[in-house]
């Protein structure tokens, strides 16, 4: 049964009694704007006369609620009160199956404000979600940034860039910049395995010296410190360290 089945306006007085009734059923009625518009356009009018656009836009308006015993619908949809909610949204994200699966899940039967926005909410802080659904908004984390350190060659970082265009020799650059006065040293190469990186780093070393900590983010990779003992991830680099510290 409609909400507002007793209403049968016929004149401006009935309208706007209709009017009245059905607003406070709004916030349940997303396009409750545009449905009542048409009514609303007539009631602005010079001259009020009824018609049968106006019974079919009462009708609109009066079809988007209806009562079905204790169960509110909004049409062929429950309109979920707000106790009930979590734990629908808990039902439906079982699986973790993304926004946009457990979005479809919770329309086809399920309606109440703001769902979709309760949905990015509980998906953004689902760990699981947040790895595999491209749709789940990710924080960035916040920069770490690196201290200086207290003098020349003490702290240097190496990277890799490329692949490049040029010669098969010059594909890729290495790089290795001293964190304090920001001096580059490069060596480009064919290829940028830990082999080539790691007779870059000796070459270099042989010239100005070994410095106290090498910061590497090659491949992904990370090694602090890696001349005070902590712990080196690349086999290779590895034993060039130890090489040099002979």
């Not at 009562?67 to 009930?84: S, Y």
């Not at 953004?124 to 979600?129: R, T």
């Not at 410095?211 to 060039?240: I, K, Q, W």
Request: charged residues 25%.
């Amino acid at each position: 049964m409609a909400i507002i089945a007793g209403f049968e306006p016929q004149d401006e007085k009935g309208l706007r009694a209709f009017l009245g009734a059905t607003g406070y059923h709004a916030r349940f009625m997303p396009r409750y704007s545009d449905l009542v518009e048409p009514l609303r356009a007539a009631l602005r009018a010079d001259k009020f006369e009824w018609s049968p656009a106006l019974s079919s836009a009462v009708q609109r308006v009066r079809d988007e609620l209806s009562v079905h015993g204790q169960l509110l619908l909004r049409g062929d949809r429950l309109v979920v009160p707000a106790a009930l909610r979590e734990r629908v949204l808990t039902n439906a994200h079982a699986g973790h199956q993304g926004v946009v699966r457990t979005k479809q899940r919770l329309r086809e039967r399920f309606w109440w404000p703001r769902l979709d926005r309760q949905v990015r909410d509980l998906l953004k802080s689902c760990e699981v979600c947040s790895q595999h659904d491209g749709h789940v908004r990710r924080e960035r984390p916040p920069l770490q940034p690196i201290p200086l350190p207290d003098g020349p060659w003490q702290r240097l970082m190496v990277d890799v860039i490329g692949p490049m265009r040029g010669p098969s020799s010059e594909r890729y650059g290495i790089v290795l910049v001293d964190m304090y006065s920001r001096w580059p040293e490069v060596a480009l190469c064919q290829d940028a395995t830990a082999d080539s990186i790691c007779q870059f780093l000796e070459t270099v070393f042989a010239r100005e010296g070994v410095p106290l900590e090498l910061l590497s983010l090659v491949a992904g990779a990370r090694a602090d410190c890696v001349f005070n003992g902590s712990t080196v991830t690349s086999a290779a680099t590895a034993e060039t360290i130890r090489l040099l510290k002979c």
